[in-house]
């Protein structure tokens, strides 16, 4: 059987991780051989330099220079262990991957979108996800969930600052440019919207899965 690639996208709290189980119960469910991961991170090389991306001590980095470690930690990533396992026949799921840095870096911080597109070709070249799910959510209920989520999980010690802190102004680019990615390949990347109850959402995606297993 055929391994697959498929990469779920969106902002904070769209409700990528839950969806990203909800696929992998689908999967399973068939037999399938299904890896749960994310990015930045997915291997040890990629998830050290994912604390240099995310910690609040990880460094002051350029945006070349966060370019190139986003990059760097994504061909460990792919080469070690996203395309041997879909050789394998097994159905790799990531949380986030370069959807992620084009929708941040280059349309919420304004990074050159043609340099991410030259180091991507560079990093990857032709390989790309198989099906990519954009969770789509106004803003204002993104940040709602994912505060939400923050509040159930305090009292954990939680180093990681991710991108939350940042301006509702840039949570509005970080949307529009997920809906751009979608509109220049349709083929590959659907957006769902992403507001109904996690059942409604999981039936829209299992609806695509279904089309991509029997296309
Ligand atoms: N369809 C939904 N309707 C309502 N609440 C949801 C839905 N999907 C997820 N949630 C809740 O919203 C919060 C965020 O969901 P989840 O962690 O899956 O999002 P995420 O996109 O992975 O967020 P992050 O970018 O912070 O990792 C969780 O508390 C989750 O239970
Ligand atoms: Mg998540």
């Not at 370069?98 to 911080?109: C, I, L, N, P, R």
């Not at 939400?148 to 949307?175: C, I, M, P, W, Y």
Request: with cysteine.
């Amino acid at each position: 059987m055929r391994g697959l690639f498929i990469t779920l996208e969106g902002g904070e709290g769209a409700g990528k991780t839950t969806q990203a189980h909800r696929m992998k119960e689908y999967f399973e469910l068939q037999g399938r051989e299904v890896i749960l991961t994310r990015e930045p991170g997915g291997t040890p090389e990629a998830e050290k330099i994912r604390a240099l991306l995310v910690q609040r001590d990880g460094g002051n980095w350029t945006p070349t220079a966060e370019c190139f470690l986003f990059f760097a930690a994504r061909v460990m990533h792919v080469e070690t262990l996203i395309k041997p396992a879909v050789a394998e026949g097994k159905i790799v799921i990531s949380d986030r991957f370069t959807d992620s840095t084009v929708a941040y870096q280059g349309y919420g911080h304004g990074f050159d979108l043609n340099v991410i597109e030259q180091v991507r070709q560079i990093a990857l070249g032709d390989f790309e996800p198989d099906l990519t799910f954009v969770l789509d959510l106004p803003v204002k209920e993104g940040i709602k969930r994912s505060m939400a989520q923050k509040a159930v999980a305090s009292g954990a010690e939680n180093t990681e600052d991710r991108f939350e802190k940042l301006d509702t102004s840039f949570h509005e680019r970080l949307r529009h440019g997920f809906l751009e990615i979608a509109k220049f390949e349709p083929k590959r990347v659907k957006v769902i919207d992403a507001t109904q109850g996690v059942d409604g959402v999981f039936k829209k995606i299992s609806k695509e899965l279904s089309m991509l297993l029997h296309a």
